[in-house]
């Protein structure tokens, strides 16, 4: 098997294994949802993450104002934004983490498969 040939090969392998995980990751998501959309449990996620979002504020302004003689207004906004950030994004991942669990385990059940699949094109197994 030449360069070409080797890496036509593995394009195609690569392309294989990438069309099965985002199949794979729509079953995940088809299971995890069951026939509801997905527009309404991330809107329902986002309100539960306000609460984090508050707190990683507030903790972002005692920030700002703590430790610092200076204690500019452009700081402390800085600091709270940071904050509110960070805790809007922790608790958005924290309150989707079964439905990123269920979209995994669907692509790499099908990567898996892929891999075997490709395995046996490469390594028949001949019983007779």
Do not use: C
Not at 33 to 54: C, F, G, I, Q, T
Not at 68 to 96: D, H, K, Q, Y
Not at 110 to 128: F, G, V
Request: hydrophobic share 40%.
């Amino acid at each position: 098997m030449n360069f070409v040939e080797w890496s036509k090969s593995s394009v195609d392998y690569g392309q294989r294994l990438v069309n099965s995980a985002l199949e794979g990751a729509h079953e995940g998501e088809d299971e995890f949802l069951k026939d509801e959309s997905l527009a309404p449990y991330l809107s329902e996620s986002a309100r539960h993450a306000l609460a984090p979002a508050v707190a990683g504020a507030f903790l972002g302004v005692l920030g700002g104002t703590i430790g610092n003689r200076r204690r500019s207004p452009a700081r402390v906004l800085a600091f709270s934004l940071l904050g509110g950030v960070i805790g809007f994004g922790a608790g958005v991942i924290w309150e989707n983490r079964e439905f990123t669990a269920s979209v995994a385990s669907g692509a790499w059940k099908k990567i898996s498969q892929t891999r075997d699949e490709h395995w046996l094109e490469k390594n028949p197994i001949d019983y007779a």
